[in-house]
């Protein structure tokens, strides 16, 4: 049996603290940012303001790669989100602070779940789902988010007024998304991922 318990940069074979362990490929560097970046080109169709979107898939899928390859997964979340803020009708300049917010969302969501709460990342049960909401999901979505619209707001690319509302999206679609994408996502790392993604 193959299984990944904490989230960390390697593989175990067997249950026992003598069990086998061996490094991730080397593709699990490489991959988060591509997969972020397609992430990012599909939620462009949901853009509401700028760095604002109703459906944000980077954030989703970066909550799946960093559980199941450790938080190598991090590097390759901030780069898209550094290359990508043009795109979001945000200027190039600040880019290096818009690849922040949602770096941090995903990094806090690997840390107080795996790490803190120190459970597993497949999701076996609903007790461990519902931990996962709390502390992979809800926690870390209201503090990245929170983040995010000062960030704007501090920048110039929102308005005062706008805050509360912009807030309100980006964390009801960043919960939607990974109750949409990342539990299932998880709970397929159970079936098959412990056996095939190494």
Same mark, same amino acid.
């Given at each position: 049996?193959?299984?990944?318990?904490?989230?960390?940069?390697? !593989?175990?074979?067997?249950?026992?603290?003598?069990?086998?362990?061996?490094?991730?490929?080397?593709?699990?560097?490489?991959?988060?940012?591509?997969?972020?970046?397609?992430?990012?080109?599909?939620?462009?169709?949901?853009?509401?303001?700028?760095?604002?979107?109703?459906?944000?898939?980077?954030?989703?899928?970066?909550?799946?790669?960093?559980?199941?390859?450790?938080?190598?997964?991090?590097?390759?979340?901030?780069?898209?989100?550094?290359?990508?803020?043009?795109?979001?009708?945000?200027?190039?300049?600040?880019?290096?602070?818009?690849?922040?917010?949602?770096?941090?969302?995903?990094?806090?969501?690997?840390?107080? !779940?795996?790490?803190?709460?120190?459970?597993?990342?497949?999701?076996?049960?609903?007790?461990?789902?519902?931990?996962?909401?709390?502390?992979?999901?809800?926690?870390?979505?209201?503090?990245?988010?929170?983040?995010?619209?000062?960030?704007?707001?501090?920048?110039?690319?929102?308005?005062?007024?706008?805050?509360?509302?912009?807030?309100?999206?980006?964390?009801?679609?960043?919960?939607?998304?990974? !109750?949409?994408?990342?539990?299932?996502?998880?709970?397929?790392?159970?079936?098959?991922?412990?056996?095939?993604?190494?």
């Amino acid at each position: 049996m193959t299984s990944q318990p904490n989230g960390i940069n390697n !593989f175990t074979t067997g249950d026992r603290p003598s069990a086998i362990s061996s490094p991730l490929p080397w593709w699990t560097w490489v991959a988060p940012l591509f997969i972020a970046n397609i992430g990012t080109w599909l939620s462009l169709w949901f853009k509401t303001d700028p760095g604002t979107s109703l459906w944000y898939l980077p954030t989703a899928l970066g909550i799946v790669m960093v559980y199941w390859w450790g938080p190598r997964a991090l590097l390759g979340i901030y780069i898209n989100a550094l290359i990508c803020a043009p795109l979001w009708d945000l200027p190039w300049k600040w880019s290096f602070l818009y690849a922040l917010p949602e770096t941090i969302e995903v990094g806090l969501s690997w840390f107080l !779940f795996v790490k803190v709460s120190r459970r597993p990342v497949w999701l076996p049960d609903l007790a461990t789902t519902a931990q996962f909401l709390l502390f992979g999901s809800v926690s870390p979505a209201a503090l990245g988010n929170i983040y995010l619209v000062i960030q704007l707001f501090v920048l110039g690319d929102l308005a005062r007024p706008t805050l509360w509302d912009n807030w309100i999206i980006l964390f009801s679609a960043d919960l939607a998304t990974h !109750f949409v994408l990342a539990v299932p996502a998880d709970i397929a790392y159970k079936i098959h991922g412990r056996k095939k993604l190494g």
